[in-house]
């Protein structure tokens, strides 16, 4: 079976893989441009945002895509990570509740006061919820590793039209394959002019972690590989469509006033910036049209993705062999 993949990030990389273990000669087309994918540290968090809301599928999620990092690394692919938990501290009481209520029986967790902090804090958290099973990896590397363990072959070019049996490119080329899922994400769907609800985030990178592990509430402190460091948030106001994000001077002033409430950063040096946009308004599965879809995971991109590209690929494999 012949399976077109547009789109090379976590989902499209992820779906290239099983696919590819699954005995599908692969093709992912991909542009190389923009990839919100490609963050240099990102959360396995699976307590999101300030409302502490847990998905139903976030403990496989997060076991699944450990167990993908160490098999990559165990095939010789480096993808730099720690899985040394994460700390979210609250700032009182009633945000507290909401975490409680929304926390599962089986998710490894314990509520900590601040003498028992892993990690010194600023003054002011008077609890903080540890996570164990949490951590960091880098986007870029895990989705190098993924296309390159799945055999696939990558065409670098920009997909303008697809069907579900065909892919055709920028220039004209058309590429044919007995499946296509498509998996273009934020700049997928903005250059094909679907409404969508599209989030801008950004990361500063910093020359040495500001906390030796990740720390989340409002911003994320984490490691990043090589030793590096990182502060990022999604903090931009929704768009219906997607454009290069270019943050203001006043948003990341207030980034930067994020991570300092969360530990000091003094004599932490910034050393760049990374952007993204995500798209929200997940869908998984084949569609009227014949394409099979994976996208709008949102932030949960790399908590989610890697389970839900192994649920359509299967599906994709199934539909072939039937």
């Known amino acids: 079976m012949r399976v077109l993949v547009v789109g090379g990030g976590v989902a499209g990389a992820a779906v290239a893989y099983f696919a590819g273990r699954g005995g599908a000669r692969v093709m992912v087309v991909d542009a190389g441009e923009h990839a919100a994918s490609h963050v240099p540290s990102a959360l396995l968090n699976p307590v999101r945002g300030q409302s502490g809301g847990v998905d139903e599928r976030a403990l496989e999620g997060l076991a699944l895509t450990w167990a993908l990092v160490r098999e990559l690394e165990g095939a010789g692919w480096r993808v730099p990570h720690g899985q040394a938990g994460v700390l979210r501290p609250v700032p009182d009481e009633r945000t ?8 599962p029986p089986a998710l490894p967790h314990r509520w900590l006061t601040p003498e028992a902090f892993p990690v010194p804090l600023a003054p002011g958290w008077p609890q ?27 065409m670098r070019g920009r997909a303008v039209a697809w069907d579900a049996h065909s892919v055709t490119l920028e220039g004209g080329t058309v590429l044919r394959g007995d499946a296509v899922v498509w998996c273009g994400g934020a700049v997928g769907a903005g250059w094909a002019g679907e409404a969508g609800t599209h989030r801008a ?82 869908v998984a599965g084949r569609q009227a049209s014949g394409v099979w879809r994976l996208s709008g995971l949102g932030s949960k991109g790399f908590l989610l993705g890697p389970l839900l590209a192994r649920h359509v690929a299967g599906d994709v494999l199934r539909s072939g062999a039937a």
Not at 96 to 103: I, K, S, T, W
Not at 253 to 272: F, I, P
């Open 96 to 103: 507290r509740a909401r975490f409680v209520r929304h926390l």
């Open 201 to 282: 985030g950004t990361l500063l990178t910093l020359e040495r972690p500001a906390t030796p592990l990740p720390v989340s509430f409002g911003a994320y402190l984490a490691p990043g590989a090589g030793g590096t460091g990182v502060l990022g948030a999604t903090f931009e106001a929704p768009t219906p469509t997607w454009h290069p994000p270019t943050p203001p001077v006043p948003s990341l002033r207030w980034l930067l006033d994020r991570g300092g409430a969360l530990t000091d950063l003094r004599g932490v040096r910034v050393t760049g910036r990374w952007s993204g946009t995500r798209l929200s308004g997940l």
């Open 128 to 154: 903080a919820l540890w996570l164990p099973e949490g951590g960091w990896l880098d986007g870029a590397a895990l989705c190098t590793a993924l296309l390159g363990a799945s055999g696939a072959e990558v």
